[in-house]
């Protein structure tokens, strides 16, 4: 080595600053941060244990704490590379990943999964076409048969007949109001008369008429008393039957 | 090209693409090739030509003339070579999705899953009611997607027509990742 260099490295070591100083002296204003560890943590609580430990135990009640602090404290030592060296690491990262995706997935509903997974497979399908519709494949032997004959005369002959066939059955009358108003009064009359009263009698189309608008518009109430009490509540209707 | 020829295409397209039922119900996926040969009184080789003709059409319409073999016999059906809307309800792509997670992580022998595996990772997870589950397996049944032996689903040829081999997988993977 020559002299420069020497004089180089003499100088280096003064400043402090070369890669070979042998100086072990530290700066007490320069603090040195360490990585945050669990260890650390750790001890830290034990240590505030102890602390106030001394406020509420006796002597001797910490000197046996003081004993098993001392054991707990060499394990903790090494806490941190104890959980990076076993095998556990190796899955947790699988593990991780995986409730990592649940995590994500525990957001969404059931059926915007659905959605999703409907819709992956609605971007992959080549369809295969199917149409509606009647088919013209002629089996080669039918192409020789006759038409079937279309009964569409038959069927509007059919309905003519029927047509020709019905009669009306309600002749329209002239009615005036005072003969609707004397055909109410006698009908809330009948009704009157007792309180079960069952209609047997055979009255005319006009009265009939008249009773089903009255108790349709609440003016009379038709109730049949009855023993089956599956029909109990039930509201009677009345049906108008003319007998020729 | 003659006007027989061209109305012999034009029968044989409307004839494979035409929905019909076979006799159990099922929704048939084209025509088999005996049909097709009774129904014009034809030859093989006269259909191969036909065919041939009918491919060379559709083709540039983005169609194209398939052929599988189902039970025993040729059959031959029109897909579209691009992607499409199917006919499926959300629901039903979705538990089509579920059961291809399933048969594609069997092996090549035996492609089948059983039913009860299916219907308890749907009703587990709420996303279908039991009512709404057999409706759907009954509708991917009726449409041709599945078929169903005993306890056991495994695919019908719609589902291989319609999705490939490497869709499938996509699917599947999809399938697992999302419906837990």
């Not at chain 2, 097709?36 to 041939?52: C, D, F, M, S, Y």
């Amino acid at each position: 080595m020559d002299i420069e260099s020497l004089h180089a490295s003499q100088q280096s070591m003064l400043d402090g600053q070369s890669a070979h100083s042998v100086s072990t002296s530290i700066d007490v204003n320069e603090t040195i941060v360490e990585p945050h560890r669990i260890e650390d943590e750790l001890i830290a609580m034990i240590m505030k244990y102890r602390d106030i430990a001394q406020q509420f135990f006796s002597i001797q009640e910490r000197e046996q704490d003081r004993s098993n602090l001392h054991d707990l404290y060499e394990q903790l030592q090494n806490l941190h590379q104890k959980i990076l060296d076993s095998r556990c690491y190796f899955q947790l990262g699988k593990t991780q990943q995986t409730q990592t995706e649940r995590f994500l997935l525990d957001d969404t509903k059931p059926e915007q999964r659905l959605a999703m997974v409907s819709y992956v497979l609605r971007t992959l399908c080549k369809p295969v076409i199917l149409l509606s519709g009647k088919a013209t494949l002629l089996i080669a032997h039918q192409r020789k048969e006759k038409p079937v004959k279309i009964l569409e005369d038959e069927a509007a002959e059919i309905a003519k007949q029927r047509a020709k066939a019905w009669k009306p059955v309600c002749k329209p009358e002239d009615i005036t109001p005072e003969d609707i108003d004397k055909m109410k009064a006698e009908i809330t009359a009948l009704f009157q008369e007792s309180e079960d009263w069952l209609v047997k009698q055979k009255m005319t189309f006009q009265q009939a008429d008249i009773l089903s608008q009255m108790a349709a518009s609440g003016q009379i109430a038709i109730e049949k008393t009855t023993s089956n009490p599956d029909l109990l509540g039930i509201t009677t209707s009345v049906i108008l039957k003319q007998e020729s | 090209m003659s006007v027989i020829l061209e109305d012999a295409i034009q029968e044989l397209f409307i004839a494979l693409t035409t929905r019909w039922h076979q006799e159990d119900g099922v929704l048939a996926i084209g025509v088999p090739q005996s049909k097709l040969l009774k129904a014009g009184g034809i030859q093989a080789p006269a259909l191969e030509n036909l065919l041939k003709e009918l491919r060379e059409k559709v083709s540039s319409l983005g169609l194209d003339v398939i052929e599988y073999l189902y039970k025993g016999e040729r059959w031959y059906a029109i897909r579209s070579n691009y992607v499409a809307p199917s006919e499926l309800t959300e629901e039903e792509e979705a538990v089509l999705a579920y059961i291809m997670s399933h048969l594609e992580n069997c092996g090549e022998r035996k492609q089948q899953v059983q039913l009860s595996t299916i219907k308890k990772k749907m009703l587990a997870g709420d996303y279908l009611t039991e009512t709404q589950f057999d409706r759907v397996l009954r509708q991917l049944e009726h449409l041709g997607y599945i078929e169903r032996h005993k306890q056991f689903i495994q695919y019908s040829c719609r589902t291989l027509l319609e999705f490939n081999e490497s869709a499938r997988k996509h699917i599947a993977e999809e399938a697992k990742q999302r419906i837990i």
